[in-house]
């Protein structure tokens, strides 16, 4: 029986340790905060079952307390995926997870009738539950990927509720030695489980933002303020090049085009990615990541927006030069190009001069 549980206990911690090296490796190649999270999640996971094997009663709490951290993490991990794919949870899912705070509360009592003992249930026993909540919330949230990513988000949004499940009777169990192989046993396979689902999820091609290496000389590096008809001229250099693209409308667009469409209309449809006019924040961190990313694989980034009339109706003039402006200081920075897409007439001569004389 010790047997069982020392080879499970080293097996789940040298998974951990090589999902959390995994992890931070795609984390610092494509910049997606989504894979830190994951990463600090596998690391917070090794020092929990790390310090859960000791004798201490303090450093055996800390194993509690950071499975707790390991589960938000990959909670947290879970939501910023989903951000960073512009995918809307769907509400129904988000009225029924409400139901968790009683079932948490009933799980705890229903712990506590069980096994008679208070410092269990508020140690161990609380902790598995609370961290089984959010591993499972993570995996019902990431439902939606599966458009995206197939059967790697199947596979990795189902290991993540099998993993949240299996610490449901771990609680009820963990105090008896009988349990112990089992749990170990049930633990090692379902941490392989998530950590090669992740694993392949974030390999995939789609995760990364495509950065085919290819020149286009005749494009010079910062801002080009583009009129309807330079656009669709630009659209014929540009078909084989993977530009990252903010468009209103998304029909007839390149098939390398990385693009995403804006609206404040939530489109939960396969292929289709949104992002909501009002946030510039995440469009500028969006293209920042692409500019990076590209110039790392030694090509030029090329950004393309056509909204600009439709963003001005959402945002502050003001506020939109600013971000304009410190696009145009990211293309500087990484020799790459932001195609902004506007006529004169639309905007109005005055500022239209304001765009020439900012941008230009």
Known sequence: MVEVVYINALLVLATDIVAFAIM??????NKRRSALYFSLAWLFDFLCILLTGSKNQTLFIMGDFFLTVFAGLMYLGAVRLLEEESVTIGYRLLKDMSLMAPLFFIYVIAVYYYTKNGEWVATGAAALGISGVFVISGGLILRPLEEIYQRAAKFLYASLILFGVHLIPAALFGLYRWYLP????LSMIFTIMMAASMILLTSMESFK????SIEVPDIKPGVILASTKEYFELI???QNVPVLAFLRDTLSIPENWNVYFVTTVPILR???RTVNPTDLARMTELIYQYLESVERSGGRGIVVIDSLEYLSVYNQWDSLLKFLSKLRDFAMMK???????VDRDSVGAKR???LKKLLE
Not at 182 to 185: A, E, L, P, S, V
Not at 209 to 212: A, E, G, K, L, S
């Open 209 to 212: 933002m495509r950065t085919v």
């Open 352 to 354: 239209y001069a304001q």
């Open 236 to 238: 014929k250099k540009l």
């Open 24 to 29: 931070l490796r795609i984390f610092i190649q």
């Open 270 to 272: 396969e292929g289709i």
């Open 182 to 185: 089992i749990g170990f046993t």
């Open 335 to 341: 020799n790459g190009t932001v195609v902004v897409v």
